[in-house]
Protein backbone atom coordinates (compact mmCIF):
# COMPACT_ATOMS: atom_id res chain seq x y z
CA UNK A 1 0.00 0.00 0.00
CA UNK A 2 3.26 2.41 -0.15
CA UNK A 3 0.99 3.89 -3.15
CA UNK A 4 -0.74 5.85 -0.54
CA UNK A 5 1.83 7.39 0.97
CA UNK A 6 4.67 10.14 0.52
CA UNK A 7 8.47 9.30 -0.51
CA UNK A 8 9.09 10.93 2.85
CA UNK A 9 7.18 8.51 4.62
CA UNK A 10 8.20 5.60 2.35
CA UNK A 11 11.81 6.20 3.00
CA UNK A 12 10.75 6.51 6.94
CA UNK A 13 8.75 3.66 6.74
CA UNK A 14 12.17 1.36 5.31
CA UNK A 15 14.61 2.68 7.55
CA UNK A 16 12.44 1.94 10.44
CA UNK A 17 11.79 -1.68 9.26
CA UNK A 18 15.30 -2.35 8.49
CA UNK A 19 16.26 -1.36 12.35
CA UNK A 20 13.46 -3.60 13.51
CA UNK A 21 14.44 -6.42 11.49
CA UNK A 22 18.23 -6.02 11.60
CA UNK A 23 18.64 -4.56 15.32
CA UNK A 24 14.88 -5.30 17.48
CA UNK A 25 14.62 -9.03 16.03
CA UNK A 26 17.67 -10.70 17.18
CA UNK A 27 17.14 -9.93 21.31
CA UNK A 28 12.83 -10.06 21.20
CA UNK A 29 12.52 -13.61 21.93
CA UNK A 30 15.66 -12.96 25.14
CA UNK A 31 13.66 -9.66 26.05
CA UNK A 32 10.46 -11.33 26.27
CA UNK A 33 11.97 -14.85 27.67
CA UNK A 34 13.52 -12.82 30.77
CA UNK A 35 10.51 -9.99 31.09
CA UNK A 36 13.92 -7.12 30.68
CA UNK A 37 13.31 -3.98 29.26
CA UNK A 38 15.29 -2.99 26.31
CA UNK A 39 17.23 -0.25 27.22
CA UNK A 40 20.32 -0.65 24.65
CA UNK A 41 17.04 -0.87 21.50
CA UNK A 42 15.11 2.31 23.16
CA UNK A 43 18.45 4.73 23.09
CA UNK A 44 18.73 4.13 19.49
CA UNK A 45 15.81 4.94 18.57
CA UNK A 46 15.37 8.02 20.95
CA UNK A 47 19.18 8.51 18.30
CA UNK A 48 17.11 7.86 15.49
CA UNK A 49 14.69 10.61 16.42
CA UNK A 50 11.64 7.81 16.77
CA UNK A 51 10.45 9.58 20.24
CA UNK A 52 10.66 12.69 18.56
CA UNK A 53 8.57 12.29 15.14
CA UNK A 54 5.45 14.22 15.83
CA UNK A 55 7.12 17.05 17.66
CA UNK A 56 8.20 20.56 16.75
CA UNK A 57 12.14 21.12 16.35
CA UNK A 58 11.66 23.69 19.49
CA UNK A 59 11.48 20.76 21.77
CA UNK A 60 14.07 18.88 20.25
CA UNK A 61 11.12 17.21 17.81
CA UNK A 62 11.80 15.80 14.50
CA UNK A 63 8.72 18.09 12.79
CA UNK A 64 6.48 14.95 11.38
CA UNK A 65 3.22 14.55 11.53
CA UNK A 66 1.18 11.82 13.35
CA UNK A 67 1.22 9.62 10.45
CA UNK A 68 5.01 9.31 10.56
CA UNK A 69 4.93 7.70 14.30
CA UNK A 70 2.28 5.67 13.37
CA UNK A 71 4.30 4.25 10.56
CA UNK A 72 7.48 3.88 12.20
CA UNK A 73 5.10 1.61 15.29
CA UNK A 74 3.57 -0.17 12.26
CA UNK A 75 7.16 -1.32 11.19
CA UNK A 76 8.54 -2.16 14.75
CA UNK A 77 5.11 -4.09 16.05
CA UNK A 78 5.81 -6.32 12.51
CA UNK A 79 8.48 -7.90 14.90
CA UNK A 80 8.09 -6.98 18.76
CA UNK A 81 5.02 -5.62 20.36
CA UNK A 82 6.74 -4.29 23.80
CA UNK A 83 8.99 -2.01 21.85
CA UNK A 84 6.25 -0.91 20.28
CA UNK A 85 4.32 -0.25 22.99
CA UNK A 86 6.71 1.74 24.88
CA UNK A 87 7.34 3.76 21.81
CA UNK A 88 3.34 4.41 21.68
CA UNK A 89 3.23 5.23 25.30
CA UNK A 90 6.24 7.10 25.53
CA UNK A 91 5.25 9.56 23.20
CA UNK A 92 1.33 9.23 22.93
CA UNK A 93 1.43 9.48 26.56
CA UNK A 94 4.57 10.28 28.09
CA UNK A 95 5.58 13.40 25.76
CA UNK A 96 2.08 13.75 24.08
CA UNK A 97 0.03 16.13 26.94
CA UNK A 98 2.90 17.97 27.87
CA UNK A 99 3.25 18.85 24.49
CA UNK A 100 -0.41 19.73 24.11
CA UNK A 101 -1.41 21.39 27.63
CA UNK A 102 1.89 22.12 28.72
CA UNK A 103 3.01 25.55 29.58
CA UNK A 104 6.30 27.01 27.93
CA UNK A 105 8.19 26.22 31.13
CA UNK A 106 6.94 22.42 31.07
CA UNK A 107 7.58 22.01 27.91
CA UNK A 108 11.16 23.54 28.17
CA UNK A 109 11.62 21.28 31.06
CA UNK A 110 10.52 18.03 30.25
CA UNK A 111 9.81 17.68 26.54
CA UNK A 112 13.43 17.81 25.19
CA UNK A 113 14.60 14.59 27.83
CA UNK A 114 11.34 12.87 26.59
CA UNK A 115 11.55 13.67 23.03
CA UNK A 116 15.38 12.28 22.65
CA UNK A 117 14.61 8.98 25.03
CA UNK A 118 16.97 9.73 27.41
CA UNK A 119 13.88 9.76 29.80
CA UNK A 120 10.02 8.41 29.35
CA UNK A 121 6.82 9.35 31.35
CA UNK A 122 3.89 7.57 32.12
CA UNK A 123 0.11 8.46 32.27
CA UNK A 124 -1.39 7.58 35.25
CA UNK A 125 -5.07 7.68 34.44
CA UNK A 126 -6.55 3.68 35.15
CA UNK A 127 -7.23 2.85 38.70
CA UNK A 128 -8.98 -0.22 40.44
CA UNK A 129 -12.50 1.18 40.28
CA UNK A 130 -11.89 3.97 37.18
CA UNK A 131 -10.58 1.32 33.67
CA UNK A 132 -13.53 1.90 31.28
CA UNK A 133 -15.50 4.42 33.02
CA UNK A 134 -12.98 6.60 33.89
CA UNK A 135 -14.66 9.20 35.65
CA UNK A 136 -14.57 6.71 38.38
CA UNK A 137 -11.17 8.45 39.65
CA UNK A 138 -10.81 8.35 43.69
CA UNK A 139 -7.18 9.39 43.38
CA UNK A 140 -7.29 13.19 44.98
CA UNK A 141 -5.20 16.47 45.21
CA UNK A 142 -5.90 18.96 47.44
CA UNK A 143 -3.74 23.06 47.44
CA UNK A 144 -1.99 23.33 50.09
CA UNK A 145 0.53 26.02 50.96
CA UNK A 146 1.20 26.02 47.33
CA UNK A 147 1.76 22.50 46.59
CA UNK A 148 -0.89 19.89 45.12
CA UNK A 149 -1.22 16.74 47.68
CA UNK A 150 -1.73 13.60 46.27
CA UNK A 151 -3.60 10.70 47.89
CA UNK A 152 -4.68 7.48 45.60
CA UNK A 153 -3.24 4.64 43.69
CA UNK A 154 -2.96 3.61 39.79
CA UNK A 155 -3.15 0.39 38.01
CA UNK A 156 -1.29 -0.72 34.97
CA UNK A 157 0.42 2.66 34.13
CA UNK A 158 2.80 1.48 30.88
CA UNK A 159 6.72 3.32 31.50
CA UNK A 160 6.24 4.45 34.99
CA UNK A 161 9.06 2.11 36.68
CA UNK A 162 11.95 2.46 34.62
CA UNK A 163 15.33 3.75 35.32
CA UNK A 164 15.18 6.13 33.19
CA UNK A 165 11.41 7.00 34.07
CA UNK A 166 11.18 10.95 34.91
CA UNK A 167 7.79 11.55 35.68
CA UNK A 168 4.15 10.57 35.30
CA UNK A 169 1.25 12.54 34.93
CA UNK A 170 -2.04 11.51 36.90
CA UNK A 171 -5.86 12.31 37.02
CA UNK A 172 -6.73 13.54 40.33
CA UNK A 173 -10.03 14.61 41.67
CA UNK A 174 -9.25 18.20 42.76
CA UNK A 175 -12.67 19.06 44.09
CA UNK A 176 -16.58 19.07 42.57
CA UNK A 177 -18.79 21.15 40.99
CA UNK A 178 -22.51 21.67 40.78
CA UNK A 179 -24.14 21.00 36.93
CA UNK A 180 -27.23 22.92 36.03
CA UNK A 181 -29.13 20.57 36.73
CA UNK A 182 -28.07 20.67 40.59
CA UNK A 183 -26.29 17.39 41.01
CA UNK A 184 -22.56 17.37 41.62
CA UNK A 185 -20.12 16.73 39.95
CA UNK A 186 -16.29 15.79 40.33
CA UNK A 187 -13.76 17.95 38.93
CA UNK A 188 -10.58 15.87 37.53
CA UNK A 189 -7.15 17.63 37.14
CA UNK A 190 -4.25 15.88 35.74
CA UNK A 191 -0.85 16.95 37.18
CA UNK A 192 3.11 15.94 36.82
CA UNK A 193 4.62 13.80 39.63
CA UNK A 194 8.15 13.69 39.03
CA UNK A 195 9.85 10.02 39.95
CA UNK A 196 11.19 10.02 43.21
CA UNK A 197 8.81 12.44 44.60
CA UNK A 198 8.53 11.74 48.43
CA UNK A 199 5.03 9.40 48.56
CA UNK A 200 5.25 8.42 45.34
CA UNK A 201 5.99 4.80 45.06
CA UNK A 202 6.20 2.19 42.15
CA UNK A 203 4.98 -1.00 42.94
CA UNK A 204 6.09 -4.66 41.52
CA UNK A 205 5.70 -5.07 37.83
CA UNK A 206 3.29 -7.09 36.56
CA UNK A 207 3.37 -10.71 35.71
CA UNK A 208 1.72 -10.20 32.37
CA UNK A 209 0.52 -12.41 29.51
CA UNK A 210 2.26 -10.44 27.08
CA UNK A 211 4.08 -7.59 26.69
CA UNK A 212 6.91 -9.05 28.94
CA UNK A 213 9.28 -6.22 27.49
CA UNK A 214 7.64 -3.45 28.43
CA UNK A 215 7.20 -1.28 31.51
CA UNK A 216 4.38 -2.05 33.70
CA UNK A 217 3.37 -0.42 37.15
CA UNK A 218 0.56 -0.14 40.00
CA UNK A 219 1.80 3.33 41.64
CA UNK A 220 0.52 4.79 44.93
CA UNK A 221 0.54 8.28 46.27
CA UNK A 222 0.57 9.15 50.34
CA UNK A 223 0.90 12.42 51.14
CA UNK A 224 2.63 13.09 47.66
CA UNK A 225 3.44 16.63 47.35
CA UNK A 226 4.60 18.83 44.30
CA UNK A 227 4.58 22.43 43.53
CA UNK A 228 1.07 24.07 42.75
CA UNK A 229 2.57 24.78 38.87
CA UNK A 230 2.96 20.99 38.25
CA UNK A 231 -0.74 21.46 36.87
CA UNK A 232 -0.81 20.62 33.83
CA UNK A 233 -3.18 21.69 31.21
CA UNK A 234 -6.58 24.02 33.32
CA UNK A 235 -7.94 22.30 36.28
CA UNK A 236 -10.97 21.25 35.97
CA UNK A 237 -10.16 19.71 32.47
CA UNK A 238 -8.17 16.74 32.80
CA UNK A 239 -10.89 14.28 31.66
CA UNK A 240 -11.76 16.06 28.59
CA UNK A 241 -7.80 16.59 27.89
CA UNK A 242 -7.27 12.98 28.33
CA UNK A 243 -10.46 11.95 26.29
CA UNK A 244 -8.52 14.47 23.75
CA UNK A 245 -5.40 12.44 24.18
CA UNK A 246 -7.03 8.89 24.04
CA UNK A 247 -8.32 9.47 20.64
CA UNK A 248 -5.03 10.26 19.43
CA UNK A 249 -3.44 7.25 21.01
CA UNK A 250 -5.83 4.93 19.62
CA UNK A 251 -5.35 5.62 15.98
CA UNK A 252 -1.25 4.62 16.91
CA UNK A 253 -2.30 1.70 18.70
CA UNK A 254 -4.26 0.76 15.59
CA UNK A 255 -1.09 0.97 13.76
CA UNK A 256 0.87 -1.05 16.19
CA UNK A 257 -2.12 -3.67 16.17
CA UNK A 258 -1.95 -3.17 11.91
CA UNK A 259 2.12 -4.22 12.42
CA UNK A 260 1.11 -7.22 14.25
CA UNK A 261 -1.47 -8.40 12.06
CA UNK A 262 0.80 -7.30 9.38
CA UNK A 263 4.12 -9.60 11.05
CA UNK A 264 1.76 -12.58 11.76
CA UNK A 265 0.90 -12.66 7.69
CA UNK A 266 4.42 -12.66 6.94
CA UNK A 267 5.71 -15.06 9.01
CA UNK A 268 2.68 -17.15 7.99
CA UNK A 269 3.71 -16.82 3.97
CA UNK A 270 7.29 -17.02 4.77
CA UNK A 271 6.56 -20.45 7.21
CA UNK A 272 3.52 -22.42 4.62
CA UNK A 273 6.25 -22.30 1.76
CA UNK A 274 9.33 -24.03 3.90
CA UNK A 275 6.91 -26.69 5.58
CA UNK A 276 6.08 -29.95 3.74
CA UNK A 277 3.57 -32.12 4.89
CA UNK A 278 2.52 -35.50 2.69
CA UNK A 279 5.27 -34.10 0.43
CA UNK A 280 4.59 -30.81 -0.44
CA UNK A 281 4.22 -27.45 1.21
CA UNK A 282 1.72 -26.66 3.10
CA UNK A 283 0.95 -23.55 1.51
CA UNK A 284 -0.23 -25.80 -1.68
CA UNK A 285 -3.25 -26.37 0.61
CA UNK A 286 -6.34 -24.13 0.04
CA UNK A 287 -6.94 -24.82 4.32
CA UNK A 288 -3.93 -22.92 4.17
CA UNK A 289 -3.50 -20.74 1.58
CA UNK A 290 -7.44 -18.98 2.67
CA UNK A 291 -6.50 -18.55 5.78
CA UNK A 292 -3.46 -16.21 4.52
CA UNK A 293 -5.35 -14.51 2.22
CA UNK A 294 -8.26 -13.81 4.82
CA UNK A 295 -5.21 -12.80 7.58
CA UNK A 296 -3.84 -10.40 4.73
CA UNK A 297 -7.52 -8.60 3.92
CA UNK A 298 -7.87 -8.08 7.81
CA UNK A 299 -4.00 -6.16 7.95
CA UNK A 300 -4.82 -4.30 4.87
CA UNK A 301 -8.35 -3.22 6.33
CA UNK A 302 -7.25 -2.41 9.20
CA UNK A 303 -4.20 -0.58 7.91
CA UNK A 304 -6.48 1.69 5.55
CA UNK A 305 -8.69 2.60 8.36
CA UNK A 306 -5.82 3.95 10.42
CA UNK A 307 -4.00 5.89 7.24
CA UNK A 308 -7.26 7.43 7.03
CA UNK A 309 -7.93 8.45 10.49
CA UNK A 310 -4.31 10.24 10.55
CA UNK A 311 -5.32 11.73 7.62
CA UNK A 312 -8.34 13.61 9.02
CA UNK A 313 -6.04 14.48 12.28
CA UNK A 314 -3.28 16.24 9.97
CA UNK A 315 -6.12 17.92 8.37
CA UNK A 316 -7.52 19.21 11.61
CA UNK A 317 -11.15 17.61 11.05
CA UNK A 318 -12.76 15.15 13.36
CA UNK A 319 -11.29 11.99 13.13
CA UNK A 320 -12.99 10.46 16.77
CA UNK A 321 -15.00 7.77 15.74
CA UNK A 322 -12.33 6.97 12.50
CA UNK A 323 -9.88 6.41 15.73
CA UNK A 324 -12.53 4.12 17.44
CA UNK A 325 -13.18 2.14 13.85
CA UNK A 326 -9.65 1.99 13.65
CA UNK A 327 -8.28 0.74 16.71
CA UNK A 328 -11.57 -1.27 17.00
CA UNK A 329 -10.79 -3.38 13.32
CA UNK A 330 -7.14 -3.42 13.76
CA UNK A 331 -7.01 -4.94 17.29
CA UNK A 332 -9.33 -7.65 16.39
CA UNK A 333 -7.22 -7.92 13.07
CA UNK A 334 -3.76 -8.24 15.59
CA UNK A 335 -5.75 -11.27 17.39
CA UNK A 336 -7.25 -13.19 14.36
CA UNK A 337 -4.78 -13.06 12.88
CA UNK A 338 -2.28 -14.17 15.60
CA UNK A 339 -4.29 -17.06 16.36
CA UNK A 340 -4.35 -18.36 12.48
CA UNK A 341 -0.80 -17.46 12.62
CA UNK A 342 -0.07 -19.87 15.46
CA UNK A 343 -2.28 -22.64 13.91
CA UNK A 344 -0.84 -22.58 10.62
CA UNK A 345 2.65 -23.21 12.54
CA UNK A 346 1.92 -26.12 14.44
CA UNK A 347 3.48 -27.22 17.70
CA UNK A 348 6.04 -24.77 16.92
CA UNK A 349 3.05 -21.91 17.61
CA UNK A 350 3.02 -23.31 20.70
CA UNK A 351 6.72 -22.57 21.39
CA UNK A 352 7.32 -19.12 23.03
CA UNK A 353 10.67 -18.44 21.23
CA UNK A 354 8.97 -18.01 18.06
CA UNK A 355 7.42 -14.31 17.04
CA UNK A 356 4.18 -15.69 16.27
CA UNK A 357 3.77 -17.38 19.58
CA UNK A 358 4.76 -13.82 21.31
CA UNK A 359 2.15 -12.34 19.07
CA UNK A 360 -0.49 -14.74 20.36
CA UNK A 361 -0.02 -13.52 23.82
CA UNK A 362 1.00 -10.12 22.65
CA UNK A 363 -2.22 -9.37 21.29
CA UNK A 364 -4.35 -9.97 23.24
CA UNK A 365 -3.88 -6.99 25.05
CA UNK A 366 -4.72 -4.64 22.00
CA UNK A 367 -8.47 -5.29 22.29
CA UNK A 368 -8.67 -3.98 25.91
CA UNK A 369 -5.90 -0.94 26.38
CA UNK A 370 -6.58 2.42 25.46
CA UNK A 371 -10.04 1.40 25.28
CA UNK A 372 -11.75 -1.85 25.17
CA UNK A 373 -13.41 -2.81 21.91
CA UNK A 374 -16.76 -2.57 23.94
CA UNK A 375 -15.62 0.80 24.34
CA UNK A 376 -14.92 1.24 20.52
CA UNK A 377 -18.59 -0.18 19.50
CA UNK A 378 -19.85 2.37 22.53
CA UNK A 379 -18.51 5.57 20.73
CA UNK A 380 -19.51 4.24 17.44
CA UNK A 381 -22.79 3.37 18.52
CA UNK A 382 -22.65 7.50 20.23
CA UNK A 383 -22.01 8.61 16.21
CA UNK A 384 -24.95 6.69 14.89
CA UNK A 385 -26.81 8.82 17.57
CA UNK A 386 -27.40 5.52 19.42
CA UNK A 387 -27.56 5.91 23.54
C1 LIG B 1 -0.33 -3.92 29.81
C2 LIG B 1 -1.26 -2.80 30.14
C3 LIG B 1 -0.84 -1.48 29.98
C4 LIG B 1 -1.69 -0.42 30.35
N1 LIG B 1 -1.22 0.87 30.30
C5 LIG B 1 -1.98 1.87 30.86
C6 LIG B 1 -1.44 3.20 31.02
O1 LIG B 1 -0.28 3.48 30.63
N2 LIG B 1 -2.22 4.14 31.61
C7 LIG B 1 -3.48 3.88 32.05
O2 LIG B 1 -4.11 4.78 32.61
N3 LIG B 1 -4.03 2.63 31.91
C8 LIG B 1 -3.31 1.62 31.33
N4 LIG B 1 -3.83 0.35 31.20
C9 LIG B 1 -5.20 0.10 31.65
C10 LIG B 1 -6.18 -0.18 30.51
O3 LIG B 1 -6.36 0.98 29.74
C11 LIG B 1 -7.49 -0.68 31.15
O4 LIG B 1 -7.21 -1.98 31.66
C12 LIG B 1 -8.63 -0.71 30.16
O5 LIG B 1 -9.03 0.59 29.82
C13 LIG B 1 -9.85 -1.47 30.72
O6 LIG B 1 -10.18 -1.05 32.01
P1 LIG B 1 -10.43 -2.15 33.16
O7 LIG B 1 -9.26 -3.06 33.16
O8 LIG B 1 -10.75 -1.43 34.40
O9 LIG B 1 -11.68 -2.98 32.66
P2 LIG B 1 -13.22 -2.61 32.95
O10 LIG B 1 -13.49 -1.19 32.60
O11 LIG B 1 -13.57 -3.06 34.32
O12 LIG B 1 -13.96 -3.56 31.92
C14 LIG B 1 -14.17 -4.95 32.13
C15 LIG B 1 -14.94 -5.50 30.93
O13 LIG B 1 -16.25 -4.91 30.89
C16 LIG B 1 -16.46 -4.29 29.64
N5 LIG B 1 -17.30 -3.10 29.82
C17 LIG B 1 -17.09 -2.07 30.68
N6 LIG B 1 -18.07 -1.15 30.59
C18 LIG B 1 -18.91 -1.61 29.61
C19 LIG B 1 -20.12 -1.11 29.01
N7 LIG B 1 -20.66 0.06 29.38
N8 LIG B 1 -20.72 -1.86 28.06
C20 LIG B 1 -20.19 -3.04 27.67
N9 LIG B 1 -19.05 -3.56 28.17
C21 LIG B 1 -18.43 -2.85 29.13
C22 LIG B 1 -15.07 -3.93 29.14
O14 LIG B 1 -15.06 -3.74 27.73
C23 LIG B 1 -14.29 -5.17 29.59
O15 LIG B 1 -14.50 -6.20 28.69
C24 LIG B 1 -3.01 -0.70 30.81
C25 LIG B 1 -3.44 -2.04 30.94
C26 LIG B 1 -2.57 -3.08 30.64
C27 LIG B 1 -3.03 -4.49 30.88
Partial sequence: MTELLSEEHQALAGSVREFAEQVIAPVSAKHDAEHSFPYEIIAQMGAMGLFGLPFDEEYGGEGGDYLAFC????????????????LEAGVGLGAM??????????K???????????RLAGF???ESDAGSDASGTRTTARLENGEWVIDGTKEFITNSGTDITSLVTV?????TSQDADGSTKKEISTIIVPSGTPGFSVGAGYDKVGWNASDTHPLSFTD???PEENLLGQRGRGYANFLGILDEGRVAIAALATGAAQGCVDQAVRYASERKTFGSPISSYQGISFKIARMQARAHTARLAYYQAAQLMAQGKPFKTEASIAKLVAGEAAMDNARDATQIFGGYGFINEYTVARHYRDSKILEVGEGTTEVQ???????LGLR
Fill in 71 to 86: LALEEIAKVDQSVAIT
Fill in 97 to 106: PIYRYGTSEQ
Fill in 108 to 118: QKWLPDLLSAK
Fill in 124 to 126: GLT
Fill in 171 to 175: TAVTG
Fill in 224 to 226: CRV
Fill in 377 to 383: LMLIGRS
